[in-house]
């Protein structure tokens, strides 16, 4: 089943051109069955390739998705157009009164300031606290996971002393997970971050288990069950050139960056880089897709009750 998505939204065509199974409203409004409504609250400057890159992972299951595109009420994009923002991107103000069974909260460019010296900190810590009642499952990435874990449990993130960049062996800390069904013992991941959570901290606080991990890099995916959430501090929904795409960018900014590790063939960025990551990727989205339909009840207005 595809997911739904507005036909003029830029996703849909490229979705569209890559097979991805994509329906307009007017198609979606003949079928006879409840699509599970999923949120994508995207903090990323670049807010057409980050909804793209989730709507590719979430419209590649066998489930009707309906795809809610939100945004900080206050908070004002500068690298995405006002009309685009106008046309497909609903205020968290205007949203919370409705009930989802899904929401994704995306990574954002602040790592290096304090959680609370985010300008919108407020409003997405009231974000979090609205996730218990009116979302059946939570999903946080990046910087989003780091600041809901933190928001719920007092986990803190600490700065690296050089970004963690590159594509890095992981392995599966709970392979009986059904979040992790059909996982490879060991895959990589895409990496950009220069902060870091500490899985003795994550261990320490209660009812957190850690489902991915790597030697390199750390805890990856964490479990929350009291608050039916995931933590992913990694980016398995980068396309095949995002790293070369934030690479190139800091070489034309002359700010000190590695080359990206295991992501260029040798390591040699003028050569194509391989997606090594993609099949997990869609495993993991797919299988917390179907997690979701397997418990969220029919009736959406009960979530929470």
């Not at 569209?16 to 400057?45: T, W």
């Not at 899985?199 to 009291?226: F, K, Q, Y």
């Not at 070489?251 to 391989?274: E, T």
Request: charged fraction near 20%; charge should be negative.
């Amino acid at each position: 089943m595809p997911i739904k998505i507005p036909s003029d939204l830029p996703a849909f065509d490229v979705l569209s051109r890559e097979g991805v199974m994509v329906m307009s409203d007017l198609e979606a409004a003949q079928q006879d069955i409840r699509p599970l409504r999923i949120g994508l609250l995207n903090l990323m400057p670049k807010k057409i390739q980050t909804e793209t890159q989730f709507a590719r992972l979430i419209g590649s299951t066998p489930l009707q998705i309906d795809l809610t595109l939100i945004r900080m009420t206050e908070h004002q994009s500068k690298h995405t157009s006002a009309e685009h923002m106008e046309a497909f991107y609903r205020p968290f103000q205007d949203v919370k009164t409705e009930k989802f069974d899904g929401l994704i909260i995306t990574g954002a460019p602040i790592e290096h300031l304090p959680f609370e010296a985010v300008t919108y900190w407020d409003e997405i810590c009231e974000v979090f606290d609205w996730t218990q009642t009116n979302v059946f499952s939570t999903f946080g990435v990046c910087w989003g996971g780091m600041a809901m874990i933190h928001h719920f449990h007092g986990v803190e993130k600490h700065m690296l002393p050089h970004k963690a960049f590159g594509c890095f062996r992981h392995e599966t800390a709970a392979p009986t997970s059904p979040y992790l069904r059909g996982f490879s013992d060991e895959f990589v991941i895409p990496v950009s971050r220069w902060t870091e959570m500490k899985e003795a901290e994550i261990a320490a606080a209660p009812g957190l288990r850690t489902l991915l991990a790597s030697d390199e890099t750390g805890p990856c995916l964490v479990e929350d069950p009291a608050h039916r959430a995931l933590y992913i501090f990694n980016h398995f929904e980068y396309d095949s050139g995002t790293l070369k795409e934030e690479f190139d960018r800091d070489v034309a900014a002359r700010k000190p960056i590695n080359v990206p590790g295991n992501y260029f063939p040798h390591d040699d960025p003028s050569r194509v880089p391989l997606n090594l990551w993609r099949s997990h990727a869609h495993l993991l989205y797919g299988n917390w897709i179907n997690e979701i339909y397997q418990g969220t009840p029919y009736d959406i207005s009960a979530i929470g009750a």
